[in-house]
T-cell receptor, first 119, second 111 residues
Framework: GAVVSQHPSRVICKSGTSVKIECRSLDFQATTMFWYRQFPKQSLMLMAT?????????EQGVEKDKFLINHASLTLSTLTVTSAHPEDSSFYIC???????????????FGPGTRLTVL | GQQVMQIPQYQHVQEGEDFTTYCNSS?????IQWYKQRPGGHPVFLIQLVKSGEVKKQKRLTFQFGEAKKNSSLHITATQTTDVGTYFCAGSGAGSYQLTFGKGTKLSVIP
């Protein structure tokens, strides 16, 4: 399968600081990337859909000014958690969608995730 | 909005026993995907089902997509300790890249 990298894998920061997480698709161009948040022992919650060259689409309840998303190229999307607070501590996972060109195929490849801890 | 329900939430089986997880959508899906997440890891794509009534097999894993394209199941025959993890179904509607994930079924296999 395709490879998606995510950096950093783990970050600990102080409350009030901003943290940037990078998501890269290494072997295919991803016009669409997704950002998920996963709480312990829970499912993945879609935060936003990131489209190359346009503004991200945020899910209901996700603050766009809090979670800044930039999809600058076909292989890179970034998520910046601004003014982080302890309640932002979570596992953030990105995925890149590859359209196989058949019907509605939209296989997603997930990055390894970033564990954010805000003190 | 679209909702995907998945049961059971947890399943403990003796090694060698079979395991099944079920997924139901509130709306008709264009396709359904299954992912496996090992403890401490990230979701890994297993398979995608597109056609009504489709059945696909991967070794001991059998995936089904319902005739109405609103439900799906994953069945594992003769579980092994390597099958441990959380299995998620995820569905998307027509023309959408977005996936709605079920809550997952956490499988524990007792040796």
């Amino acid at each position: 399968g395709a490879v998606v990298s995510q950096h950093p894998s783990r970050v600990i920061c102080k409350s009030g600081t901003s943290v940037k997480i990078e998501c890269r698709s290494l072997d295919f161009q991803a016009t669409t990337m997704f950002w998920y948040r996963q709480f312990p022992k829970q499912s993945l919650m879609l935060m936003a859909t990131s489209n190359e060259g346009s503004k991200a689409t945020y899910e209901q309840g996700v603050e766009k000014d809090k979670f800044l998303i930039n999809h600058a190229s076909l292989t890179l999307s970034t998520l910046t958690v601004t003014s982080a607070h302890p309640e932002d501590s979570s596992f953030y996972i990105c995925s890149a969608a590859r359209n196989l060109g058949t019907g509605n195929y939209n296989e997603q490849f997930f990055g390894p995730g970033t564990r954010l801890t805000v003190l | 909005g679209q909702q995907v329900m998945q049961i059971p939430q947890y399943q403990h089986v003796q090694e060698g026993e079979d395991f099944t997880t079920y997924c139901n959508s509130s709306t008709t899906l264009s396709n359904i995907q299954w992912y496996k997440q090992r403890p401490g890891g990230h979701p890994v794509f297993l398979i995608q089902l597109v056609k009504s009534g489709e059945v696909k097999k991967q070794k001991r894993l059998t995936f089904q997509f319902g005739e109405a394209k609103k439900n799906s199941s994953l069945h594992i025959t003769a579980t092994q300790t390597t099958d441990v993890g959380t299995y998620f179904c995820a569905g998307s509607g027509a023309g959408s890249y977005q996936l709605t994930f079920g809550k997952g079924t956490k499988l524990s296999v007792i040796p």
